[in-house]
């Protein structure tokens, strides 16, 4: 973790912790690091990097020199989307910061409408999810395959699970840290898509309130996916265990 510089300012408003994971989104980062600090000027903003090799991690600990309220974890190796998340919230959490949240530096989540989330949140939700099929919620100029897929994805889940939440894998999200604590989010293991899910589905075990704010979800314009069929072969793996272990076996409620 990379120290605090001698200029960064005092947060006024303590409560919002945001984790980003990165790599490779050297193209990216500024871009979403401002506008980030335009929606929620307080925030704290975290940076998990992991080993890019196009200078990501040095772009951000600039951005944290300029701005404050900045910090770079950088991590030996690419380790995963849902590790990335892991750690951020861990480090929020252990903080003391209140609202947590995640979204991706790829651009695909607009920070525009973090103000939205955290209003989602501070009303009532334990968490708020930044959805793309909620009503009004878009998808703009994606294939129509992969709009499929994702929509099919959704509809197993929910129907494995036996939930009413639309968009199970968004990433886009607004967290209570106390939600976070009572669902002990760090025994989490699955890395891709599936730790969404496994985050969504420990939330209503737990009681918790979900609020679905729909967001129009775009396709990066920069840099290149990093989705594979592994992330997805692993979550539908996840999901149907989960789903016989808890509807048919009928086990504890809490993914394991």
């Known amino acids: 973790m990379t120290s605090r510089s001698s200029n960064e300012p005092e947060v006024d408003d303590p409560s919002v912790w945001v984790t980003v994971p990165t790599y490779e989104e050297v193209e990216n980062i500024e871009r979403l690091i401002r506008g980030v600090r335009e929606a929620v000027p307080a925030a704290h903003i975290l ?26 974890l950088r991590r030996p190796k690419k380790m995963g989307l849902g590790s990335a998340y892991r750690a951020g919230h861990a480090v929020g959490v252990a903080r003391g910061f209140d609202l947590m949240i995640q979204i991706d530096a ?22 708020a999810v930044g959805s793309r099929y909620a009503t009004g919620g878009s998808v703009p100029n994606w294939p129509r395959h992969r709009l499929a897929l994702s929509v099919a994805g959704n509809r197993y889940s929910a129907f494995c699970l036996g939930i009413g939440v639309r968009d199970t894998t ?9 939600i976070l604590r009572a669902i002990d989010f760090d025994t989490t293991h699955s890395t891709g898509y599936g730790f969404q899910i496994e985050m969504t589905y420990r939330v209503l075990a737990a009681g918790g309130k979900i609020d679905e704010i729909p967001i129009a979800f775009t396709d990066r314009v920069r840099g290149n996916s990093k989705m594979s069929w592994r ?17 048919v076996l009928h086990r504890d409620r809490l993914p394991r």
Not at 54 to 64: F, N, P, Q, V
Not at 106 to 125: K, Y
Not at 231 to 247: N, S
Request: proline letters at 3%.
């Open 47 to 72: 940076v998990v990097d992991d080993n890019s090799l196009d200078g990501t991690a040095e772009k951000a600990e600039a951005l944290g020199a300029e701005l404050g309220g900045i910090e770079v």
């Open 106 to 127: 790829d651009l695909s989540h607009n920070p525009a409408d973090l103000p939205r989330l955290l209003a989602a949140v501070e009303q009532g939700a334990d968490l």
């Open 231 to 247: 992330i997805v072969a692993e979550a539908m793996l996840l999901v149907t265990w989960w789903g016989f272990r808890d509807r």
């Open 170 to 178: 968004a990433g886009y999200r607004a967290y209570r840290a106390s």
